[in-house]
């Protein structure tokens, strides 16, 4: 069935095209190009455009048409060249976040934003070329593209400054933190996330932008060891996050689990997820947590392995969890070491290897670290494959006493001597 004539109005062929937008998107989203293709200028037209580009974006996400959407953005040209340039702004960021619902289109969404930047130079609108730049460095970011996206936010940061566009000027300087803690630079991930707070102190911020402060800050507290200050960020970040619906809720509840189980508090774990909020997002990802609290919670290095192999999207590939759960592992492997070799003077490393049940280089390794960091007093034999632990030696009190005791004699006579001095002067 070919689209309606010139002749329909543009108004009733959209009005055609919502009513079969689900039932037949193909000829939904011919009739939205007829609407484009109108030459007329006027008001109403113009009106109905904007809407027929809104719903034609949204049809071609759904329909999985990402060349469409590139080729629809340089379409539209001649039309931005006629509407206002805050209206232009709003449908090129609208046509980019639509492409990034396709899944797999990140290299397409770079190579989109850069043709974007490059047209917005030449046409110099500085307003929507630093957003789409913004965009094109948390693209960057993404693929680990660090120098290019670093690069990028440094002189978009000094570019945003001087025009004092607070709202932006918060997206960047978190983005910049994020980059900075991709790069384990955390003095700089945190002087960016204080310039975000700052900015945002001074506007109002939505309250989404604001949970991802939190979140953000939440993230670099728990780097640093703080777990009970970034459960309270974490927490206001899933508040925020909860009440938009946003799907970060989940990833701030599993966060604040985390820092429950960094602090020994593996218990509060199971509350957490069967309160009201937790039951909302029940799933994977809090189940992932839940059995990671259990298998610590028991000291079980099996249970924790079978934790990590059984939920490895969840634990292993979330680089901030992991992170996380390898220092627990540690942790959790040299007190279960500790706790075996205690009773002996001398013991074979194959048996101790049977007993916690980890292969034998494993054991080898980590007890030749503990050794090193003076965890316990020992030696290995490797000639003889054991592993010999000797008595702590006792401190004497008389030899450091007696130090003191010179020290402060030697002090003595240097005020002596000074006094002399100074009479036979």
Not at 128 to 147: F, G, N, T
Request: with cysteine.
């Amino acid at each position: 069935m070919p689209p309606p004539p010139p002749s329909a109005g543009a108004e009733e062929i959209l009005a055609q095209a919502l009513e079969i937008q689900d039932a037949d998107p193909p000829r939904a989203i011919s009739l939205l190009q007829s609407v484009l293709r109108d030459s007329s200028s006027a008001a109403e037209v113009l009106r109905v455009k904007e809407q027929a580009i809104s719903v034609l974006s949204e049809l071609f996400s759904q329909q999985k048409r990402a060349e469409d959407l590139r080729s629809l953005l340089t379409e539209l040209r001649p039309f931005f060249a006629v509407i206002p340039k805050a209206k232009t702004a709003k449908i090129v960021r609208g046509v980019i976040d639509a492409v990034a619902k396709i899944p797999g289109t990140s290299t397409l969404q770079i190579s989109l934003c850069r043709e974007m930047v490059e047209w917005t130079r030449t046409e110099k609108r500085t307003f929507l070329r630093q957003r789409v730049e913004a965009r094109l460095a948390a693209l960057l970011m993404e693929v680990k593209d660090y120098s290019e996206a670093l690069a990028l936010i440094t002189k978009l940061v000094r570019e945003v400054r001087k025009l004092d566009d607070k709202l932006l000027l918060v997206d960047i300087d978190l983005l910049e933190s994020k980059l900075h803690f991709a790069l384990r630079n955390l003095p700089k991930a945190k002087a960016a996330l204080t310039a975000a707070r700052t900015a945002a102190n001074a506007i109002y911020v939505p309250p989404a932008q604001q949970g991802t402060i939190d979140l953000q800050s939440g993230i670099l507290h728990a780097e640093e060891k703080d777990y009970k200050t970034g459960f309270s960020y974490f927490y206001e970040g899933f508040e925020a996050f909860n009440a938009l619906d946003d799907p970060r809720a989940v990833f701030s509840l599993k966060y604040m689990l985390l820092c429950k189980i960094m602090t020994n508090q593996a218990d509060d774990v199971g509350s957490l997820i069967s309160s009201k909020a937790g039951l909302k997002y029940t799933g994977v990802e809090l189940d992932a947590m839940k059995a990671v609290a259990e298998a610590y919670a028991k000291r079980s290095l099996k249970d924790f392995e079978e934790a990590l192999a059984t939920y490895k999207p969840q634990l292993e590939e979330d680089p901030i969890v992991h992170r996380h759960l390898s220092s627990l592992y540690d942790t959790l492997l040299e007190q279960n070491l500790c706790r075996l070799i205690e009773p002996f003077s001398r013991v074979e490393i194959t048996h101790i290897s049977r007993l916690i049940g980890l292969p034998i280089e494993t054991v080898e390794k980590k007890l030749s670290q503990m050794i090193l960091d003076k965890k316990f007093l020992g030696t290995l034999d490797q000639g003889a494959g054991c592993l010999i632990i000797f008595d702590s030696a006792q401190t004497d009190g008389i030899y450091p006493a007696t130090l003191d005791t010179i020290s402060n004699v030697s002090k003595v006579v240097d005020s002596l001597y000074l006094k002399s001095a100074k009479i036979m002067a």
